[in-house]
């Protein structure tokens, strides 16, 4: 059966508390192939914690998770990525002594299983460097390829998370906050990134800046305290009241 | 690096074995204490295994290797296979139960094993000797070799072990495989966000690491055909980080390193106070890791830039 016969990523009644904090309360969610779907909500809401209930790096106390059909509930994080489904991270999560060039290409030897290969070192390894290279072309911080991630600007450190992330080659992307703590001239950069991401791939993306939100995606989730309040197309979202007195009264969209 | 480096160690360890006379024996338990090191390094310092546990694998080891020795056959290599890939196995085992933790609670899980092993090999006397130990005879190496009085063949029975391990360790660390364990080392999330299994990654290096330790048990065992409870003491698993962290970690060589200037430091230092030989190498050991983030290395490192400026300055090519 086609895989197309299934949406790209589904969820259904997800739940999860931090003792007496309920921050997923029964969440649905579905990305189709190639969707476009925006997550807002305030600090807090729990869209993070999502992403990471989604990857399972924190276990769901209820609800199930399907990939392309398949149940993933179970599936430690290095399955969910091996099935398709990558992340960023809101805070950048790289290696930080490692160059840049590394960080994507040890990403990319995961992706290829050569990274349990221990006596063979050469060409394995160097097919995954030349790889990175091209990511890193793609993102447009090549001339950084040799730097040690720790003497990275921000910014760039913001794009290198996107490179790792693609070079996973995911059918499933969930890019938290990928503009977080960049100023407004380098984050146009990434946001121009954004753009350009291949069609084929399901995207949910978490951003505060409304006119990227409004702009990239066909479809936008509004969370507030682990609850949806709302979904809908962009137009319908902005002018909906119960939204703008919640979230977006203190923006201008 | 300039590959005539490599090769350094190597020939001074040959040249110490025409020249050393008497210091022969001393010159053994140094390339074991290498290969120990060796074997930390590789946990700790390259994936970041916080542990004082080391001492578990050397002392199971050279019980391994005494054991058998007594109760099988005394061939040397065949004792050392068996008690390698015995210590191995237990690290696995153990592996599975404690690296799932990190930091202190690790590092205490390592402590807790390392002692109650050493606590067992104590009540179980029947089979250890207990306080006594256990005094053995070997074979010769490759049916040919004796264990001479001048520790002639134990020294270059350790030495050939030692470049076998040698060359594994340096492929390892290098290899992709290598470099996931840097990324672990570094971030663990990193890792799991592209599809690490970071346990498995750490129950392999564990065990291989464990396996090397084996054989360093081993060793010291089969060359002085005596093996006691202090093999598996928290001593032994203090002084290999003392030795890593003195030569360097993440070179592999600071732990040939560190090694050598350990016990040449204690054995001098001893001749000349027996009680304060201690504060010599603990002050060097400060003096170390104030001053010298890469360790003892760090002074080769400027050492070999110099003479290549020297080179340089009095070459017109
Ligand atoms: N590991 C955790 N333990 C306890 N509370 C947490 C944990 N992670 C997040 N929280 C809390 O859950 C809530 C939602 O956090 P988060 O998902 O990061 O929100 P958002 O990304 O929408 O700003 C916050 O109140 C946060 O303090
Ligand atoms: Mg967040």
């Known amino acids: 059966m086609s895989a197309f016969a299934h949406p790209a990523l589904s969820v259904r009644g997800l739940c999860k508390s931090f003792g007496a904090l309920r921050v997923a309360q029964s969440i649905d969610l579905e990305l189709a192939h190639g969707a476009r779907v925006g997550l807002i909500g305030p600090n807090g809401a729990g869209k993070t914690t999502l992403v990471n209930l989604l990857t399972g790096v924190l276990p769901a106390d209820a609800g199930t998770i399907s990939l392309e059909g398949e149940v993933i509930d179970k599936l430690k994080p290095e399955g969910r990525v091996r099935r398709g489904l990558a992340r960023t991270h809101q805070i950048n999560t790289l290696l930080v002594e490692e160059s840049v060039r590394d960080n994507v290409a040890i990403a990319i030897a995961e992706r290829e299983r050569v990274a349990w290969s221990m006596l063979r070192y050469a060409k394995a390894w160097r097919a995954c460097l030349e790889e990175a290279d091209e990511r890193l072309r793609e993102m447009g911080i090549m001339d950084v390829a040799d730097r040690r991630v720790s003497a990275l600007p921000y910014g760039q450190q913001r794009l290198l998370e996107i490179a790792i992330a693609l070079a996973l080659k995911p059918r499933v992307l969930l890019l938290d906050e990928p503009a977080a703590g960049v100023p407004a001239a380098e984050a146009h950069h990434i946001h121009e990134v954004l753009e350009r991401l291949p069609a084929e791939i399901a995207i949910l993306i978490i951003e505060h800046d409304m006119d990227v939100v409004f702009r990239f995606a066909r479809h936008i989730v509004v969370m507030v305290q682990g609850r949806v309040l709302k979904r809908g197309a962009p137009a319908e979202i902005a002018a909906d009241p119960q939204v703008r007195a919640v979230y977006l009264g203190r923006s201008t969209v | ?317």
């Open chain 2, 1 to 317: 690096m300039n590959p005539a480096w490599h090769a350094l160690p190597w020939l001074l360890a040959i040249a110490f074995y025409f020249t050393a006379g008497g210091y022969l024996s001393l010159g053994t338990s140094i390339l074991v204490y290498i290969l120990l090191t060796l074997s930390l390094d590789l946990a700790l310092g390259y994936a970041g295994i916080i542990t004082l546990g080391h001492a578990a694998f050397f002392g199971f080891g050279a019980y391994g290797a005494a054991l058998f020795a007594i109760h099988v056959n005394a061939d040397p290599l065949l004792g050392l296979v068996v008690a390698t890939a015995v210590t191995a196995v237990f690290a696995v085992v153990t592996g599975m139960l404690i690296l799932h933790t990190q930091g202190v609670t690790l590092l205490m899980l390592t402590l807790a094993i390392a002692v109650l092993l050493a606590e067992a090999a104590n009540r179980a006397y029947k089979v250890t000797g207990g306080d006594d130990g256990l005094q053995f005879t070997m074979g010769p190496v490759l049916g040919l070799f004796r264990f001479d009085l001048w520790g002639q063949t134990a020294y270059l029975y350790t030495l050939v072990i030692l470049f076998v391990w040698f060359v594994i360790a340096w492929k390892v660390v290098h290899s992709p495989f290598g470099r996931s364990l840097d990324g672990i080392r570094q971030s663990q999330a990193r890792m799991r966000a592209i599809g690490t299994p970071v346990w498995w990654r750490l129950i392999a290096i564990y065990a291989i690491s464990a396996a090397m330790a084996g054989s360093a048990g081993a060793l010291s065992a089969q060359t002085t055909r005596f093996v006691g409870l202090n093999t598996l003491g928290l001593l032994v698993s203090g002084i290999a980080v003392v030795m890593l962290v003195l030569g360097g970690t993440r070179r592999l060589y600071g732990a040939f390193l560190g090694a050598a200037v350990y016990v040449v430091v204690q054995d001098f230092a001893a001749k000349v106070n027996p009680f304060y030989w201690m504060f010599v190498i603990g002050g060097l050991l400060m003096a170390t890791v104030l001053f010298l983030e890469g360790g003892l290395m760090e002074v080769l490192d400027i050492g070999r830039r110099w003479l290549r400026r020297l080179l340089r300055g009095s070459d017109p090519t």
